[in-house]
């Protein structure tokens, strides 16, 4: 039903479900499938599939081997679902994923940025203001000018900083 092909189409078409694996896929549906036959355990596909329609579908092919009384390997058995809408989300997704880190990597450098050029320059004016009042101890008003710099801009680096966090 999912493909349009017939069951009888799918027991009498030699290889029908490596004819119609898409041409990327063939490769490694072949050499997965020999591993699965070869291990004579249970595997997972993921390919895709050309309905019969020519619609593409991704599938996921949950196979066992089968084996008849004396243990020997006579066969696959299997169920096999449509997951084309999920592997279009997982896409959405990782395209998402990747977006959100280039938006976080974008957010860093403007924090970096404001952080060097503001914040940074307001803390050698602080700096620089304080040494200044300190050396020059005899001339009282000066040292007050010096102090009223450094209070304002103090006072405007913690706003700035307020604004970066809130930011």
């Known amino acids: 039903n999912m493909l349009g092909y017939t069951a009888d189409e799918w027991l009498s078409v030699p290889n029908l479900p490596i004819a119609i694996t898409h041409k990327d896929d063939r490769e ?3 050499r997965e499938m020999a591993a699965i036959l ?3 355990n249970e595997g997972v596909l993921r390919f895709r599939w050309q309905a019969r329609n020519g619609k593409l579908l991704w599938v996921e092919a949950h196979v ?3 084996r008849d009384e004396l ?7 299997g169920v096999t679902m449509d997951v084309t809408e999920r592997k279009r989300d997982e896409e959405v997704l990782q395209k998402l994923s990747g977006r959100l880190l280039t938006l976080r990597d974008e957010e860093q450098r403007r924090v970096a940025a404001e952080l060097h050029d503001g914040l940074g320059q307001s803390l050698a ?8 009042g300190m050396r020059d101890k005899t001339n009282e008003v000066q040292s007050m000018e010096q102090f009223k710099e450094i209070a304002a801009t103090a006072t405007s680096s913690i706003l700035e900083v307020r604004s970066i966090a809130h930011n």
Do not use: E, M, Q, Y
Not at 71 to 77: K, Q, V
């Open 38 to 40: 070869k291990s004579g």
């Open 28 to 30: 490694s549906f072949a």
């Open 125 to 132: 004016i602080i700096k620089n203001r304080a040494l200044i």
């Open 64 to 66: 066992a081997v089968i």
């Open 71 to 77: 243990g020997t390997i006579i066969g696959l058995r």
